[in-house]
């Protein structure tokens, strides 16, 4: 089987040949679109500057001054004057769940709410709007708002009494259950915590408390309907006029289970032409069916080989999350002496499935929060490197809140991609009530390195992880790596970790050329050169010429994406 690189290589290469032949100036043809008199930052190899782009059939045929472009122009060529602004090529956002974007349409959402009060209005909200539902769903919830063992039952039996209720907490990482869920799923004080997962409990009765975390959750999974197809390829939709909005012309769903309803929509709108954005995703590993699943994840690659969804890559959970208690460390909790967390997946089992994805192509997508997770997830593709050979296999680990410093230059030996979030790069509530309480001010101050990956020769690419961010605007990211610090903070005190601050030339490619790399896309978008997807975007103003703490400020006023212009009433 060609490698996933090859066959990218080789559709570019045709589509690229087709176009220069038709449409070249030797040809007689002239170009569909010339965008002239612009701040060109091209993002390619040289990081070089133009001053206009022409393009046909959706590939760059020229990137160069306005001067050149002007052999393009025809009678029927459209032309864009963008007056000296700058242009990027399309933002890459290379970790994020899009189909999650249906929750605000099924369920209550909770996101950005900042009392119990809110929530409590927003589930009274989504009864009063759905009064023939026979079950709560909500997302969004904070962990910042309780303590360890996370919210109770009481609370939301006070709420919901009478029907199963479910809230998915902002991180994807724990759900909050009334005691109605609870019975219906036959969850009790005897059932005991499911391996990967922690079942909260009252520390005098013993009973369930209402927080399940990890796989936990999976114990009361039928008890709440998934989202319909419809429901979520609506999600869909409203999510790729966002995200276009912001200037992201292609994403990766970061973990999509086999057989589900969001696979189906994806599915649906492809077909009905209804994809207005590249989307790559992951397959979901689950560690309860170790290599059992294999099979069946390579059947469903290949039901999803369409040009804008594909699914190449498996996800595989190491850990949870510090503010679950879940994630793996390599020291003990500060709040949970002598406990730092335990790996979703025994080594012999992970390293076992690592090696049989691998085999059959899959690009290992790991999530890692803890540093004795990122070393297992390293462990894991070295066995299968050392199993299979060498290989172009490109493996993902995505978070890394915590890494040993010992472990940075092995990513550059296995040839990972350390996909980052940005938005996360700040002392903000979580830092303060749940990462210095749990892990000290030793660790908490050392956390999401990035400048480290750079400097060891690591590609680093930069993403959302929507929901848990919203908005998820990449120029927010990109203020925010290169501040480390909130919006409107300015003192040094107010910085995490300031050594790892990055330059703006380097968060760009992590959102761009960085992030077409770890999709195998650099031969097709990522950076503004002949023969790429005509993928760019026009802002108001240019970044290069402004403070960084004004980075965020900017806004997208164009946006392209395989040569077609998106229109403008889609922007937030």
Not at 45 to 53: H, L, N, T
Not at 118 to 128: M, N, P, S
């Amino acid at each position: 089987m060609k490698s996933r690189k090859a066959v990218c290589v080789l559709i570019a290469a045709a589509a690229a040949a087709i176009v220069f032949a038709a449409c070249s100036p030797q040809g007689g043809l002239k170009a569909e679109w010339v965008i002239r008199n612009g701040i060109i930052y091209t993002v390619d190899a040289g990081r070089s500057r133009a001053e206009a782009v022409a393009f046909s059939d959706g590939v760059f045929l020229y990137v160069g001054s306005s001067e050149g472009a002007s052999r393009y122009v025809g009678r029927k060529t459209k032309v864009l004057d963008l007056g000296g602004k700058l242009v990027l090529p399309g933002f890459i956002d290379s970790h994020c769940h899009p189909s999650a974007a249906v929750e605000p349409f099924g369920s209550a959402a909770l996101f950005g709410l900042s009392s119990a009060e809110g929530y409590r209005k927003a589930i009274l909200d989504f009864l009063a709007a759905h009064p023939q539902t026979t079950a709560v769903r909500g997302s969004g919830w904070s962990n910042a708002l309780f303590g360890p063992r996370g919210p109770d039952k009481a609370w939301l039996d006070a709420v919901v009494p009478d029907l199963p209720a479910a809230l998915v907490s902002e991180d994807g990482h724990s759900i909050w259950v009334n005691s109605k869920t609870l019975e219906m799923a036959g969850v009790t004080k005897e059932t005991p915590d499911p391996p990967g997962g922690v079942i909260e409990r009252d520390p005098g009765t013993g009973e369930p408390s209402g927080t399940l975390r990890e796989s936990a959750a999976l114990l009361v999974e039928k008890v709440i309907p998934e989202f319909t197809v419809e429901e979520v390829a609506r999600g869909l939709e409203e999510y790729q006029k966002m995200a276009l909005g912001f200037g992201i012309t292609t994403a990766h769903e970061a973990s999509l289970h086999p057989g589900k309803n969001e696979l189906r929509a994806y599915k649906r709108l492809e077909e009905a032409g209804r994809l207005r954005m590249r989307f790559r995703a992951s397959l979901y590993a689950d560690p309860r069916l170790g290599t059992e699943q294999v099979r069946e994840m390579v059947a469903e690659r290949g039901r999803n080989a369409g040009p804008l969804f594909q699914t190449w890559a498996a996800k595989i959970f190491i850990d949870g999350v510090v503010e679950g208690g879940t994630a793996f460390l390599n020291e003990p909790y500060v709040h949970k002496p002598g406990f730092r967390g335990e790996p979703l997946w025994p080594r012999d089992a992970l390293n076992a499935v690592c090696a049989a994805l691998d085999r059959e192509g899959f690009q290992l997508h790991f999530h890692s929060i803890g540093d004795a997770a990122t070393a297992e997830a390293l462990d894991g593709i070295a066995f299968a490197r050392e199993t299979n050979g060498s290989c172009e296999a490109r493996p993902l680990i995505t978070h890394l809140q915590i890494v040993s410093p010992a472990d940075i230059p092995r990513f550059k030996e296995l040839g990972v991609v350390a996909v980052v979030q940005p938005f996360w790069f700040m002392k903000d509530d979580y830092y303060h009530n749940l990462q210095v309480p749990f892990l000290g001010l030793r660790r908490a101050d050392e956390e999401y390195p990035m400048k480290s990956f750079f400097k060891a020769g690591v590609p680093v690419a930069s993403s959302s992880d929507y929901t848990v961010t919203i908005p998820c605007d990449p120029l927010q990211a990109i203020q925010i790596g290169m501040t480390r610090c909130r919006p409107g903070d300015s003192g040094l005190s107010d910085i995490l970790w300031p050594e790892e601050r990055v330059t703006l030339d380097e968060m760009i490619a992590s959102f761009t050329i960085n992030g077409a790399y770890a999709n195998y896309l650099e031969d097709v978008t990522g950076s503004i050169d002949t023969g790429k997807s005509a993928d760019f975007i026009v802002l108001d103003r240019n970044l290069f010429e402004i403070p960084a703490e004004e980075v965020g400020r900017a806004r997208v006023v164009q946006v392209f994406f395989e040569g077609r212009p998106v229109d403008g009433k889609h922007f937030p």
